[in-house]
T-cell receptor, first 117, second 112 residues
Framework: GAVVSQHPSWVICKSGTSVKIECRSL??????MFWYRQFPKQSLMLMAT?????????EQGVEKDKFLINHASLTLSTLTVTSAHPEDSSFYIC?????????????FGQGTRLTVV | GENVEQHPSTLSVQEGDSAVIKCTYS??????FPWYKQELGKRPQLIID?????GEKKDQRIAVTLNKTAKHFSLHITETQPEDSAVYFC???????????FGTGTRLKVLA
């Protein structure tokens, strides 16, 4: 199947700093990527939909100025957590749908565990 | 808004027994229902999926059933093995969109 690579897999940062997470589709083009947040023992909560060449669509309650999303190419989307605080510590996962595949099937990155100290 | 309820939240079975996880969706326009397996700290992996024009699908020890009228779909794992232990998520996708609505997850533990 298609491969989605996410980097870094884990990061520790100081409170007040910013962290950038990359999501790459390695062997396919992805016009749309999705960013999820997952707290321990909980489900995946969609944060935003990243559209190549246009602004991201954020879910209700997600601060767009805090979670900056850029989808500059068909193979790369980035999520920047700005001015991170301990409550932003979580597991962040991206997913992408391969352009031209059957409707629905999405592939997930390996996730990034963010710890803000 | 749309939501997907998933039960049970935890499930323990003896090795070799069957496990069943059930989901109910609210959006009648949903037409694609994948199931994901997530091991601790790893990415969700698609294990089986079903589309709304099909009532049942099977892949070796795993099967999924869909009741569109009741808006229920279920995952069935037979002859469970310890390596089946993980968290399982169901999801529903509305036709014409790419927005998955995930269930709350089921932590399956297969006891050897």
């Amino acid at each position: 199947g298609a491969v989605v690579s996410q980097h870094p897999s884990w990061v520790i940062c100081k409170s007040g700093t910013s962290v950038k997470i990359e999501c790459r589709s390695l062997d396919f083009q992805a016009t749309t990527m999705f960013w999820y947040r997952q707290f321990p023992k909980q489900s995946l909560m969609l944060m935003a939909t990243s559209n190549e060449g246009s602004k991201a669509t954020y879910e209700q309650g997600v601060e767009k100025d805090k979670f900056l999303i850029n989808h500059a190419s068909l193979t790369l989307s980035t999520l920047t957590v700005t001015s991170a605080h301990p409550e932003d510590s979580s597991f962040y996962i991206c997913s992408a749908r391969a352009h031209g595949t059957g409707e629905g099937q999405a592939f997930f990155g390996q996730g990034t565990r963010l710890t803000v100290v | 808004g749309e939501n997907v309820e998933q039960h049970p939240s935890t499930l323990s079975v003896q090795e070799g027994d069957s496990a069943v996880i059930k989901c109910t969706y609210s959006d009648s326009a949903s037409n694609y229902f994948p199931w994901y397996k997530q091991e601790l700290g790893k990415r969700p992996q698609l294990i089986i999926d079903i589309r709304s024009n099909v009532g049942e699908k099977k892949d070796q020890r795993i099967a999924v059933t869909l009741n569109k009228t009741a808006k229920h779909f279920s995952l069935h794992i037979t002859e469970t093995q310890p390596e089946d232990s993980a968290v399982y998520f169901c999801a529903a996708l509305r036709a014409g969109t790419y927005k998955y609505i995930f269930g709350t997850g089921t932590r399956l533990k297969v006891l050897a």
